[in-house]
T-cell receptor, first 113, second 114 residues
């Protein structure tokens, strides 16, 4: 059974810092990996999608990398801002179950002014 | 327009009540999903509809009954729920059920069962 873990569970940084969020998964047979942002009590906003054949994807200040063989992905946030404060979730779509997303445990990020 | 709309935003119900959650999208998507998210936990898949037909039921108790009356609308009918069913219920859609598609999520319905 696929298990997705995110470290750290919570992170507090001052504004302007560059930071890295980690995601690891136990079964490397994935089709793609997606990073989401969730504000408190709200739905999920898709940030980046990396196909299994890709190594990284970039959108603005966000950069996500994928090392499928080692079961890891990282989300790099450059020059963090208070508006980046949210919970960040990674989710994998397994090759064997093409409709199902398996979510990670999440990282709660707080960026202080 | 990448909007998935869920109503109501909040719902409080007793264990003997019958209520329904509604999810709507007008993006022409043909796959729709229900997820359940408990506090401080990741979302967990409940149901998937592909081309208006139920394709995945993740062993969800029968007190949750999904319905997809047309390609734009997804309902979740609730009956005889338990307090432990209190959670944020998220709806999502994707263009097709294919693996490569991004799922777009609604803002969720926060359900409290008393």
């Amino acid at each position: 059974k696929q298990e997705v873990t995110q470290i750290p569970a919570a992170l507090s940084v001052p504004e302007g810092e560059n930071l890295v969020l980690n995601c690891s998964f136990t079964d490397s047979a994935i089709y793609n990996l997606q990073w989401f942002r969730q504000d408190p009590g709200k739905g999920l906003t898709s940030l980046l999608l990396i196909q299994s054949s890709q190594r990284e994807q970039t959108s603005g200040r966000l950069n996500a990398s994928l090392d499928k063989s080692s079961g890891r992905s990282t989300l790099y946030i450059a020059a963090s801002q208070p508006g980046d404060s949210a919970t960040y979730l990674c989710a994998v779509k397994e090759s064997s179950s093409f409709q199902k997303l398996v979510f990670g445990t999440g990282t709660r990020l707080l960026v202080s002014p | 327009d990448t909007e998935v709309t869920q109503t109501p935003k909040h719902l409080v119900m007793g264990m003997t009540n019958k209520k329904s959650l509604k999810c709507e999208q007008h993006m022409g998507h043909r796959a729709m999903y229900w997820y359940k998210q408990k506090a401080k936990k990741p979302p967990e898949l409940m149901f998937v509809y592909s081309y208006e037909k139920l394709s995945i039921n993740e062993s969800v108790p029968s007190r949750f009954s999904p319905e997809c009356p047309n390609s734009s609308l997804l309902n979740l009918h609730l009956h005889a729920l338990q307090p432990e069913d209190s959670a944020l219920y998220l709806c999502a859609s994707s263009p097709t059920p294919d693996r490569g598609n991004i799922q777009y999520f609604g803002a969720g319905t926060r359900l409290s069962v008393l």
